[in-house]
């Protein structure tokens, strides 16, 4: 059996893949994909990492796990998603770093079935953007309080991903930005699931459909229906035009109004941020799904 992590970032998904996935049960049950709900796994993970201290799952153990977690005995791929697998969104710029504790992280999630072949899976977001909203969600509203310090010119996805392969070695993974996730969206749940491009998902417009009009999404789908795209290339160019004359402006523009959180900082993250993403889509065993 495959394992296929789901692990966040915080702020990028909100538990939209594993929904989206859901709705596909039955069609990727007949290609031997489970994909769990949260209740069924994340109590039950969480107490066994802990248990297991970062040591190798026994035999028994992973057959105590499966069992809480899936009905079916011969499965061939098992997704999970959970954006606390690299720890909890408070933590997220501890010391200085993204993910300081991401390593670990993932050798315990890959622990939990040593002997099976498993890959991660993560979005990643723009600084200027990312940040903010952690402050959003957890911040307490003291933004000086929650950056302690940490200098987000000084941060870097690429030393996260570095700091997973080389605990993990054996392990793919696959990276894709925030932004372009509309229109990835199709092709991301079909990587995450591990199935074939050609086998028809639900779910494909539910990251398109907060940030466009209803009325867009109606002639969306009609013009699908009618020009249905020869690949992939083509699929996304459609939606881009979609999105372009349809979107939402006010769920597509964010006011930034922190203390020091200058249009120069934000224009120089986003800067870094590319370059960021070029950086990550060389580094050997990561893929990078991009627009």
Request: charged share 30%; glycine share 8%.
């Amino acid at each position: 059996m495959r394992i296929a992590y789901h692990i966040g970032a915080h702020c990028t998904d909100e538990d939209r893949l594993i929904k989206s996935l859901l709705k596909n049960k039955g069609i990727l049950a007949k290609e031997g994909v489970i994909v769990p709900g949260p209740s069924r796994f994340r109590s039950v993970m969480a107490e066994i990492v802990v248990k297991l201290g970062g040591g190798k799952a026994s035999r028994e153990t992973q057959d105590v796990l499966l069992e809480a977690i899936t009905d079916v005995d011969d499965a061939e791929r098992l997704v999970l998603s959970f954006d606390n697998f690299l720890g909890v969104s408070k933590r997220a710029l501890e010391h200085g770093q993204l993910y300081h504790l991401a390593a670990d992280k993932v050798t315990r999630l890959r622990n939990l079935f040593p002997d099976d072949p498993v890959e991660f899976f993560i979005g990643i977001r723009d600084l200027a953007t990312f940040i903010p909203a952690l402050f959003e969600r957890d911040g307490n509203g003291d933004f000086r309080a929650f950056m302690q310090g940490v200098d987000p010119l000084a941060l870097q996805w690429t030393d996260m991903i570095e700091a997973m392969r080389e605990a993990v070695p054996d392990c793919p993974i696959t990276v894709w930005c925030n932004e372009d996730t509309p229109l990835l969206w199709p092709e991301i749940l079909h990587e995450v699931a591990g199935v074939d491009p050609q086998i028809r998902l639900k779910g494909g417009f539910d990251v398109l459909g907060e940030i466009m009009a209803k009325e867009g999404i109606m002639r969306l789908r009609s013009y699908l229906g009618s020009h249905p795209p020869q690949n992939e290339i083509q699929r996304r160019r459609i939606l881009a035009a979609f999105l372009d004359k349809y979107a939402l402006e006010e769920a597509i523009e964010e006011e930034l109004d922190l203390p020091g959180w200058s249009l120069e900082l934000t224009e120089e993250l986003t800067e870094n941020y590319d370059d960021d993403v070029l950086d990550i889509s060389r580094l050997p065993g990561v893929t990078m799904l991009t627009t």
